[in-house]
């Protein structure tokens, strides 16, 4: 359907057709100009209805600002669990990290525990229970792959002189020096204990018994240079040295009985 037929009813006359086929070109321009403002008067107020009105517009742009906006989706727990059952779950949490803790402390006091069963009371060594079986370590070391150890038994000389003339905290202070002496002059890969009394043992791996008897010569003069001191007095110790390779012995306390036989002979000749 055409553009006149949508501006005047139907059966009505068109002012082109009022005008006839045969109106002059003056009169059917005019008709046409007069077509043309009425279509573009209808447009315009068919524009004007789809547009929405300012008020609208305001209206709906204030309804959106109020609208709350949608809450996300709550979680699987949230949706699906009763509070009961999240504070359980909670609960049991806090419970496993106290647990966890408390392992943790038994782990650390089994560990202090076990430090202190291996090391002496009162020097920075090994207890000899703890020693022999750092040698019998070596022993197998030494049966397995071949290798060399040596032990070195030491014995304080003058060790009673000291604690008769100076007391018992001289003659602990003594034993500290030793032991700290001792360690000071050996690979991280030795061991050195306290066997009792005066007497302490040095565990050499990968050492043979040449290289022993060098090492306890130094360690020897490592003690007689040094001193150490008590109540303001610098005091002097020295010990006695007998060297033992490992050779097959039966036992850790069969190779250290040998160690402590070699040290006698030499304190004996120095006599």
């Given at each position: 359907?055409?553009?006149?037929?949508?501006?005047?009813?139907?059966?009505?006359?068109?002012?082109?057709?009022?005008?006839?086929?045969?109106?002059?070109?003056?009169?059917?321009?005019?008709?046409?100009?007069?077509?043309?403002?009425?279509?573009?008067?209808?447009?315009?107020?068919?524009?004007?209805?789809?547009?929405?009105?300012?008020?609208?517009?305001?209206?709906?742009?204030?309804?959106?600002?109020?609208?709350?906006?949608?809450?996300?989706?709550?979680?699987?727990?949230?949706?699906?669990?009763?509070?009961?059952?999240?504070?359980?779950?909670?609960?049991?949490?806090?419970?496993?990290?106290?647990?966890?803790?408390?392992?943790?402390?038994?782990?650390?006091?089994?560990?202090?525990?076990?430090?202190?069963?291996?090391?002496?009371?009162?020097?920075?060594?090994?207890?000899?229970?703890?020693f022999l079986r750092e040698a019998t370590r070596a022993m197998a070391d030494c049966k397995r792959y071949g290798e060399e150890a040596t032990l070195i038994y030491v014995d304080m000389d003058n060790f009673k002189a000291v604690n008769d003339a100076y007391g018992h905290a001289a003659g602990d202070a003594a034993l500290i020096y030793v032991a700290e002496t001792l360690n000071a002059n050996v690979r991280e890969g030795d061991s050195v204990g306290r066997?009792?009394?005066?007497?302490?043992?040095?565990?050499?791996?990968?050492?043979?018994?040449?290289?022993?008897?060098?090492?306890?010569?130094?360690?020897?003069?490592?003690?007689?240079?040094?001193?150490?001191?008590?109540?303001?007095?610098?005091?002097?110790?020295?010990?006695?040295?007998?060297?033992?390779?490992?050779?097959?012995?039966?036992?850790?306390?069969?190779?250290?009985?040998?160690?402590?036989?070699?040290?006698?002979?030499?304190?004996?000749?120095?006599?």
């Open positions: 359907m055409g553009l006149e037929s949508n501006l005047f009813p139907a059966g009505a006359q068109t002012p082109a057709s009022a005008a006839g086929d045969d109106a002059p070109p003056a009169a059917r321009a005019i008709t046409a100009s007069m077509q043309n403002l009425l279509a573009q008067y209808f447009a315009d107020q068919r524009q004007a209805e789809a547009a929405p009105s300012p008020v609208h517009d305001h209206q709906a742009k204030l309804a959106a600002a109020l609208t709350p906006a949608p809450r996300p989706a709550e979680s699987a727990n949230e949706s699906l669990w009763p509070q009961s059952a999240r504070d359980a779950v909670a609960h049991l949490q806090a419970e496993i990290f106290e647990l966890r803790a408390q392992l943790e402390r038994q782990n650390q006091l089994l560990q202090n525990a076990q430090a202190q069963a291996d090391h002496d009371v009162l020097t920075p060594t090994l207890n000899r229970r703890a066997m009792g009394g005066d007497e302490f043992a040095v565990l050499l791996r990968h050492a043979d018994l040449q290289s022993a008897r060098v090492k306890a010569m130094k360690l020897e003069a490592e003690l007689m240079m040094g001193t150490f001191e008590h109540n303001g007095l610098y005091l002097k110790t020295g010990g006695s040295f007998g060297v033992r390779g490992f050779a097959g012995q039966a036992s850790a306390e069969a190779w250290l009985s040998e160690a402590d036989a070699a040290m006698f002979l030499v304190k004996k000749s120095s006599r």
